[in-house]
């Protein structure tokens, strides 16, 4: 370990130690591998509520697998991961979800073939006040569930920025409001902390602009966040702390302003040979 990482790893500890918020997540050792291939390789760091951190790293450093065992999609080979104060390693997504943990994905993950509105909606499935037997029937529980699910979920979608007609198909959709409309089915399960996996890709500069508004306004809502991206001016911008992996182990864990003066971490994003 270089002394500028220990020196950041030192001082983020410090901050930590005087941050009064809740830990939201705490993730520990965390591993998980792929035949010979380790993908994450001993992870370990903390979300406090309300807090912004960026997850960063070179092509194939373990971001999105990280993200895929906090979230129940992969099963670790060890460590572990507590939410809440709950351990949830091996819960399914679904739970996890329920629990308020909500995600977005690298490459968009809409249902196709449903209109803006209805996307959302499948966000909030899991608070109905509804059972089969009253969507079957119809019963006025069912209608006034569904009444107030369409004004819920329209509310989201407003406050996410969406400006097209969220009767329209999300294929019909261009590609910055299709992030939107994913955004806002992930605040329509009411969650404590959001994943973000690359939300600014293939953004303009302009809408990349308005995400880093829309990402200060739910954090402001009192939702964690933790997002993996690429691009450095918006991950500079946006970040409280900052976690950096290469070849799936962490490397530094420390403010912008420290990360970025990093060796270690300058050597990962250049190639250069690290004394």
Same mark, same amino acid.
């Given at each position: 370990?270089?002394?500028?990482?220990?020196?950041? @790893?030192?001082?983020?500890?410090?901050?930590?130690?005087?941050?009064?918020? &809740?830990?939201?997540?705490?993730?520990?050792?965390?591993?998980?591998?792929?035949? @010979?291939?380790? $993908?994450?390789?001993?992870?370990?760091? #903390?979300?406090?509520?309300?807090?912004?951190?960026?997850?960063? @790293?070179?092509?194939?450093?373990?971001? !999105? #697998?990280?993200?895929?065992?906090?979230?129940?999609?992969? =099963?670790?080979?060890?460590?572990?991961?507590?939410?809440?104060?709950?351990?949830?390693?091996?819960?399914?997504?679904?739970?996890?979800?329920?629990?308020?943990?909500? %995600?977005?994905? /690298?490459?968009? %993950?809409?249902?196709?073939?449903?209109?803006?509105?209805?996307?959302?909606?499948?966000?909030? *499935? #899991? *608070?109905?006040? /509804?059972?089969?037997?009253?969507?079957?029937?119809?019963?006025?529980?069912?209608? =006034?569930?569904?009444?107030?699910?369409?004004?819920?979920?329209?509310?989201?979608?407003?406050?996410?920025?969406?400006?097209?007609?969220?009767?329209?198909?999300?294929?019909?959709?261009?590609?910055?409001?299709? =992030? %939107?409309?994913?955004? $806002? %089915?992930?605040?329509?399960? /009411?969650?404590?902390?959001?994943?973000?996996?690359?939300?600014?890709?293939?953004?303009? *500069?302009?809408?990349?602009?308005?995400?880093?508004?829309?990402?200060? &306004?739910?954090?402001?809502? @009192?939702?964690?966040?933790?997002?993996?991206?690429?691009?450095?001016?918006?991950?500079?911008?946006?970040?409280?702390?900052?976690?950096?992996?290469?070849?799936?182990?962490?490397?530094?864990?420390? !403010?912008? +302003? /420290?990360? &970025? &003066?990093?060796?270690?971490?300058?050597?990962?994003?250049?190639? +250069?040979?690290?004394?």
């Amino acid at each position: 370990m270089s002394e500028a990482q220990h020196a950041a @790893g030192t001082a983020t500890a410090e901050r930590r130690d005087g941050d009064s918020r &809740k830990t939201i997540l705490e993730v520990s050792n965390l591993a998980v591998q792929f035949g @010979g291939i380790k $993908a994450v390789d001993g992870l370990t760091f #903390s979300v406090h509520e309300g807090e912004i951190i960026s997850v960063i @790293g070179p092509n194939g450093a373990g971001k !999105t #697998s990280a993200f895929n065992c906090i979230s129940g999609f992969y =099963r670790p080979n060890r460590g572990s991961v507590v939410f809440d104060g709950e351990e949830i390693t091996r819960k399914k997504p679904s739970y996890i979800t329920a629990k308020g943990m909500a %995600r977005t994905f /690298q490459n968009v %993950r809409l249902f196709a073939d449903m209109t803006v509105l209805e996307n959302v909606k499948t966000g909030m *499935h #899991s *608070h109905l006040a /509804q059972n089969v037997f009253d969507a079957m029937l119809h019963t006025p529980r069912y209608r =006034r569930s569904e009444a107030q699910c369409t004004e819920d979920a329209r509310g989201w979608l407003d406050f996410v920025g969406f400006r097209a007609d969220d009767e329209l198909l999300v294929t019909q959709l261009p590609y910055g409001e299709q =992030r %939107r409309v994913e955004i $806002a %089915r992930a605040l329509a399960t /009411q969650p404590k902390l959001l994943l973000l996996d690359e939300p600014g890709a293939g953004l303009n *500069h302009n809408e990349k602009n308005e995400l880093m508004g829309l990402i200060r &306004k739910i954090r402001d809502l @009192g939702v964690s966040i933790v997002l993996i991206e690429h691009d450095m001016g918006l991950v500079m911008e946006i970040s409280e702390r900052i976690v950096v992996l290469n070849y799936g182990k962490e490397i530094a864990d420390g !403010t912008p +302003e /420290q990360v &970025k &003066k990093d060796p270690v971490v300058i050597a990962a994003y250049l190639g +250069e040979d690290e004394e």
